[in-house]
């Protein structure tokens, strides 16, 4: 039977505290629940309000366990390592969901398989596999997130991007049916997959080939040099803000509209490379939202090009 939430008598229709009733609801829940946590220190932007409820399953049994308790009505909103996402100021609604150290093992195995939970950091993928002398990964060492949001984005950099190795992803649906994804079944495309928002990615499946260990290792020296030549990755920043469009490249039109530096606030489009937004130190999720679209209208006012956001934004905005 699922959770029912009720509401509060005289709060206008409000939820009586969803986490007293999770508590109640999920007494063998053997994760961590707790409510009114501060998420800004979960983003890399260091900004955002608190969860309503954050939730850290102990394994997948206990994610799907406790996803077929949750009633649909109530939002689920997984959260990776923070690094492509806003978290507005007012907080996030619902579930944020964190999954934590049950979903951080990675092993390779023969034939070039690496298998990863969603939780692992795309970094210690492509170390993993280099130690295994299994080419072909290198490029994860480029993308500053976890398999998860790799999984959902598509993720890529430096030639790379996850479509190219993976064999399955694995995750659980919002009622708690484990699922699984061949590649074909993802629907790949440009920083962007088909599977429904409702899953949970818990894990995938990856091939690579065989290589030199000490040949892959130097491909990943020479990107790790790249990015630290070329992006902001010791500011309070997001990774890139916007999608490249058909035949573009972001930064160029942002640049080309006179947005490199530009600033609302104390958020700022980075001078070093102005297709990543960055936190000067007080900046608010809704300065850093707002110069985002303030660059998005001029690079519309000046090439007539549409940017979309490649950073995810979720929950709410903070009251006027």
Same mark, same amino acid.
């Given at each position: 039977?699922?959770?029912?939430?009720?509401?509060?008598?005289?709060?206008?229709?409000?939820?009586?505290?969803?986490?007293?009733?999770?508590?109640?609801?999920?007494?063998?829940?053997?994760?961590?629940?707790?409510?009114?946590?501060?998420?800004?220190?979960?983003?890399?932007?260091?900004?955002?309000?608190?969860?309503?409820?954050?939730?850290?399953?102990?394994?997948?049994?206990?994610?799907?366990?406790?996803?077929?308790?949750?009633?649909?009505?109530?939002?689920?909103?997984?959260?990776?390592?923070?690094?492509?996402?806003?978290?507005?100021?007012? #907080?996030?609604?619902?579930?944020?969901?964190?999954?934590?150290?049950?979903?951080?093992?990675?092993?390779?195995?023969? #034939?070039?398989?690496?298998?990863?939970?969603?939780?692992?950091?795309? /970094?210690?993928?492509?170390?993993?596999?280099?130690? !295994? !002398? /299994?080419? #072909?990964?290198?490029?994860?060492?480029?993308?500053?997130?976890?398999?998860?949001? *790799?999984?959902?984005?598509?993720?890529?950099?430096?030639?790379?991007?996850? *479509?190219?190795?993976?064999?399955?992803?694995?995750?659980?649906?919002?009622?708690?049916?484990?699922?699984?994804?061949?590649?074909?079944?993802?629907?790949?495309?440009?920083?962007?997959?088909?599977?429904?928002?409702?899953?949970?990615?818990?894990?995938?499946?990856?091939?690579?080939?065989?290589?030199?260990?000490?040949?892959?290792?130097?491909?990943?020296?020479?990107?790790?040099?790249?990015?630290?030549?070329?992006?902001?990755?010791?500011?309070?920043?997001?990774?890139?803000?916007?999608?490249?469009?058909?035949? !573009? &490249?972001?930064?160029?039109?942002?640049?080309?509209?006179?947005?490199?530096?530009?600033? /609302?606030?104390?958020?700022?489009?980075?001078?070093?490379?102005?297709?990543?937004?960055?936190?000067?130190?007080?900046?608010?999720?809704?300065?850093?939202?707002?110069?985002?679209?303030?660059?998005?209208?001029?690079?519309?006012?000046?090439?007539?090009?549409?940017?979309?956001?490649?950073? &995810?934004?979720?929950?709410?905005?903070?009251?006027?």
């Amino acid at each position: 039977m699922g959770l029912r939430i009720a509401g509060r008598a005289g709060g206008g229709g409000c939820r009586v505290s969803l986490f007293d009733d999770l508590r109640a609801a999920l007494p063998d829940f053997r994760g961590r629940l707790t409510a009114g946590d501060s998420l800004a220190a979960m983003s890399w932007f260091r900004v955002g309000g608190p969860a309503e409820v954050l939730m850290v399953p102990a394994d997948e049994a206990d994610l799907a366990g406790a996803l077929a308790r949750i009633p649909a009505e109530v939002p689920v909103t997984p959260l990776g390592l923070g690094s492509n996402i806003i978290l507005r100021d007012g #907080g996030v609604p619902g579930v944020v969901l964190k999954l934590g150290r049950g979903f951080n093992a990675v092993a390779v195995e023969t #034939g070039g398989v690496v298998q990863a939970g969603a939780a692992v950091p795309d /970094v210690k993928v492509a170390r993993a596999a280099a130690d !295994a !002398a /299994v080419d #072909g990964l290198a490029f994860f060492r480029g993308i500053p997130g976890s398999i998860g949001g *790799a999984l959902r984005m598509n993720a890529g950099a430096h030639g790379g991007e996850t *479509a190219d190795v993976l064999v399955e992803a694995r995750g659980v649906d919002r009622d708690g049916t484990p699922v699984s994804f061949t590649r074909a079944e993802m629907g790949f495309s440009y920083r962007h997959c088909s599977v429904p928002p409702s899953v949970v990615f818990t894990g995938a499946t990856f091939r690579g080939r065989p290589g030199d260990p000490a040949a892959i290792l130097a491909e990943m020296d020479r990107i790790t040099a790249a990015r630290e030549a070329s992006q902001p990755i010791r500011e309070k920043t997001g990774g890139s803000t916007f999608k490249n469009p058909p035949g !573009a &490249k972001a930064w160029q039109l942002i640049d080309a509209a006179g947005c490199r530096g530009l600033t /609302v606030g104390d958020a700022q489009m980075s001078e070093m490379h102005c297709n990543f937004l960055i936190n000067r130190g007080r900046a608010t999720a809704g300065d850093i939202e707002a110069l985002g679209e303030e660059v998005r209208r001029r690079v519309r006012d000046a090439s007539g090009v549409t940017l979309e956001w490649e950073i &995810k934004r979720v929950g709410s905005p903070a009251p006027a």
